[in-house]
């Protein structure tokens, strides 16, 4: 599934939203970042755990994100190689938002 459509299914869930961060659109729930496009990287970042973090770059399925020369350890980016399993890396971060309110 593509990132659109993902975003698309998404959306119709409770609290989840459509929002902006480095002025790129993302999705939010209550407030709280879950995923967006990264062109640079032509990735998908998703915010889940450090564990998962680490685990997903252990498995060769993720990359660290660094944008900022500062790791963001609850960022992860997900290469476009991938996209078929984006709609459960997005639902995966918004377990975890969810998990932290």
């Known amino acids: 599934m593509s990132y659109q459509q993902a975003v698309n299914k998404i959306l119709k869930e409770t609290g989840v939203e459509q929002s902006t961060m480095?002025?790129?659109?993302?999705i939010r729930y209550q407030g709280e970042f879950l995923s967006m496009m990264f062109e640079k990287e032509d990735a998908l970042i998703i915010k889940v755990s450090p564990e998962r973090v680490n685990?997903?770059?252990?498995?060769?399925?993720?990359?660290?994100?660094?944008?900022t020369k500062?790791?963001?350890?609850?960022?992860?980016?997900?290469?476009?190689e991938f996209e078929d399993e984006y709609e459960a890396y997005i639902y995966?971060?918004?377990?975890?938002?969810?998990s932290k309110l």
Do not use: H
């Open 22 to 26: 480095m002025k790129t659109p993302c």
């Open 55 to 67: 685990a997903l770059i252990a498995e060769g399925k993720g990359m660290e994100f660094n944008f």
């Open 70 to 80: 500062k790791r963001f350890k609850e960022w992860v980016l997900i290469p476009l």
């Open 92 to 98: 995966e971060a918004l377990q975890y938002a969810k």
